[in-house]
C-alpha cells in the first residue's frame, strides 16, 4: 500500500510540475509573439 501511493503522490507531482512548465511555456511564447509582432 505505501508503494502506490508513494507512485500515486510522484504522479501528482509530475503532473503539476508539467502543467507549470506548459503554463510558463505558454507565457514565454506569448512575450516573444509580442516581441516579434511590435
Request: cysteine-free; hydrophobic content about 40%; aromatic content about 8%.
Amino acid at each position: 500500500i505505501q508503494n502506490a501511493y508513494a507512485k500515486y503522490v510522484e504522479d501528482q507531482n509530475l503532473k503539476e510540475m508539467n502543467d507549470k512548465l506548459a503554463v510558463s511555456n505558454g507565457q514565454l511564447e506569448f512575450l516573444l509573439r509580442q516581441k516579434l509582432l511590435s
